[in-house]
């Protein structure tokens, strides 16, 4: 937002999903050689410090927004994101829940709930369960703690998330398989942290099953529609055979059925009567 898309409210403070969108005009700035690092990391510093709008403004003035001409305005008037978008599901606040313990037990955090910014989990002869696959997200990028002691943590993220992984394992491990892996634009990312003793921490990238049944449906559908077509194929090759078949007999005097051959033996007989 400038002084002008807003006149007289400057001083209006920013919320967090505001400092979020202004990052991400960043990180696509950084992205396509607009910013170097340096510069980066000095206005990611300035947003996430800032209160207001009046502050938001200048870090963003100079940037445009991909494929636009106009520079990126921070409005006051919040507009639905777009069904889907990652937008949509990075919704500022404090998180349904920061922590977990399991001791000689376990926990679980799945389904529609929001990951924290910081979220810390503790498992001793015991194992937990962090499903990020239908969650929103407190912030763009958020951190897991894991502190799994003869235990394990088992942490699902969606496809398009990008996973750090930062965790120290003593005859025990984290997984590595997901780091390094690219995110989609303005997906948030997700850092995994901790430590690990005769226990683990694995993480895994799966869609969600209604996702997965959606796609199994979609297969389905495929190849009924590939059956039908090779169907009817086969269909219309069977018929231009049968019209060659029955054109060869034709000109060798054999076709409508084998009555027209059967014309020159009864005239022979016809005549050996008359003899």
């Not at 990652?86 to 929001?114: D, P």
Request: charged share 30%; hydrophobic share 35%.
């Amino acid at each position: 937002m400038t002084d002008d898309a807003a006149p007289g409210l400057p001083d209006l403070r920013a919320s967090d999903a505001d400092r979020e969108r202004v990052a991400e005009v960043l990180r696509d700035a950084l992205a396509e050689g607009r910013l170097d690092m340096t510069e980066f990391e000095e206005r990611l510093e300035e947003t996430y410090k800032a209160r207001t709008y009046g502050e938001l403004a200048p870090i963003t003035r100079d940037l445009p927004v991909a494929g636009v001409t106009p520079p990126p305005l921070v409005s006051l008037h919040k507009e639905p994101p777009a069904e889907g978008s990652w937008a949509g599901r990075i919704v500022g606040g404090e998180g349904s829940s920061t922590w977990a313990v399991a001791v000689l037990s376990g926990f679980q955090r799945r389904g529609r709930w929001t990951a924290p910014r910081r979220f810390n989990c503790f498992a001793f002869w015991g194992g937990g369960e962090i499903d990020l696959r239908e969650a929103n997200f407190a912030a763009g990028e958020i951190e897991i703690n894991c502190f799994a002691i003869m235990g394990g943590v088992q942490i699902t993220v969606p496809p398009g998330v990008e996973v750090v992984v930062r965790g120290i394992g003593v005859m025990g491990g984290f997984d590595q398989r997901e780091t390094g892996v690219p995110g989609d634009p303005g997906a948030p990312r997700v850092v995994v942290g901790g430590f690990a003793f005769w226990g683990g921490v694995g993480i895994e990238r799966k869609k969600t099953r209604a996702a997965r049944r959606q796609e199994k449906l979609d297969r389905k559908a495929a190849k009924r529609e590939l059956r039908s077509s090779s169907r009817d194929d086969e269909g219309e090759s069977d018929h231009r055979m049968l019209e060659d078949h029955n054109d060869i007999l034709n000109k060798h005097g054999l076709g409508q059925g084998h009555g027209a051959g059967a014309g020159p033996r009864e005239d022979r007989r016809e005549r050996r009567y008359e003899d």
